[in-house]
């Protein structure tokens, strides 16, 4: 059993997969967010949250007194919605709906405050991008029986002409361009570096990081059905500090960094080379096998990787994370991907580029008789270490 496995959380989500095959097919087959086409239009309704990030924010919270963490979930929860949108070929406008279950006797209306201030705030701030987005209203609830601490999640709907959809149909020959996670980002309060985190592998993150004197301290941030041995076991303090390319950064600042969203490189690569491009994914839960679940008889080759950042070198170190793990936890350093065909992947590196993002080839695709991800581990000697991953 993987360390994830034993933190009662999974990568791979299998028995979620199992149970929406009863459900019909989206209107648009092979598409990253599911469609329903209506009266000449292409609708996708798609629901998202920030995981168990909050329960970092949480601690954070706890500990410091400040409200800025919980800002950092309700961005994280907006962006993982928008975003698995955007590679579907929806850039805006949006409508977001906010949904909040929390426990009473741990979540004050402050926090509640905050979190529903910066949802307005963050979609403000995309209208201002050129991506219009609008507070639809939501639901906050005081489950205290059923919820621990508190969950932030998202609805967004957008809906677009059928033919600007983007389906997932990567083909032998593909070249892939990774786009990279870590690194100074745009957001409501200008430029930041952003560690590359994102908004997945938080739970094994947070046990393989911190000290076990959190859980003592707050034992509502660990369900009593965790095994002690994979609770909190790490070495750190959020208040420990580490070098960055950015310069020290704290150990809460690289775990809570808020993720920034794809949309401005998005949008000019749909405008530019949409029937170039045979597939984007949006590498959340899964991380570098996420493209598993749109194979068809192709190996994904990803033989020249971005180093891997710092946050997620200290996640292996402190946990002792074999690799091949971490990178089906993790995005690891890219967290959207670009499948192309080969004749125009300098042009889509050079629009990456001039969006502001940084971004390079990390692989190729081949023919196969089953879908496979190949990884090769970056920062090795001379005989990189690689994993094979299939269905």
Request: overall charge neutral; aromatic content about 8%.
């Amino acid at each position: 059993m993987s360390e994830y496995e034993k933190l009662g959380v999974s990568a791979h989500k299998k028995e979620v997969h199992q149970a929406i095959r009863q459900l019909p097919p989206s209107d648009i087959p092979y598409t990253f967010a599911r469609i329903i086409l209506q009266k000449g239009r292409a609708h996708a309704l798609h629901l998202d949250t920030a995981g168990t990030k909050p329960a970092l924010a949480y601690l954070y919270w706890k500990e410091t007194g400040t409200l800025a963490a919980w800002q950092w979930v309700a961005q994280d929860a907006i962006v993982m919605n928008i975003d698995d949108l955007a590679v579907t070929g929806f850039t805006g406008p949006f409508m977001i709906a906010s949904n909040i279950a929390r426990n009473k006797h741990c979540i004050p209306a402050e926090v509640i405050q905050t979190i529903i201030s910066e949802n307005q705030r963050y979609c403000q701030w995309l209208t201002n991008k050129g991506f219009p987005c609008r507070v639809a209203g939501g639901e906050t609830a005081d489950v205290g029986d059923i919820v621990r601490t508190i969950d932030v999640g998202i609805t967004a709907y957008a809906d677009a002409p059928p033919e600007s959809v983007k389906a997932v149909r990567i083909q032998p020959g593909d070249v892939i361009i990774g786009i990279a996670s870590e690194g100074d980002f745009d957001g409501p309060d200008g430029p930041h570096y952003n560690s590359g985190i994102g908004c997945n592998g938080l739970t094994l993150a947070r046990h393989a990081v911190l000290r076990a004197e959190y859980g003592q301290k707050y034992p509502e941030t660990v369900a009593p059905e965790t095994p002690k041995s994979s609770a909190y076991r790490g070495r750190r303090l959020l208040t420990d500090t580490l070098e960055t390319p950015a310069g020290s950064r704290t150990v809460a600042e690289l775990l809570l960094a808020p993720t920034a969203t794809y949309l401005p490189v998005l949008a000019p690569l749909s405008h530019h080379l949409k029937k170039y491009i045979h597939g984007m994914i949006h590498c959340t839960g899964g991380g570098q096998t996420k493209v598993m679940h749109f194979l068809q008889k192709v190996r994904v080759v990803k033989d020249n990787l971005f180093p891997v950042p710092k946050v997620f070198q200290m996640i292996q170190q402190e946990g002792n994370i074999p690799w091949k793990e971490m990178y089906r936890v993790f995005n690891m350093g890219h967290r959207l991907e670009i499948y192309i065909a080969p004749e125009k992947a300098d042009e889509a590196i050079r629009i990456i580029q001039d969006s502001g993002y940084r971004a390079q080839k990390i692989g190729y695709c081949q023919p196969a008789h089953r879908p496979e991800v190949e990884v090769h581990v970056p920062n090795t000697d001379q005989n990189p270490i690689y994993y094979a991953y299939n269905s």
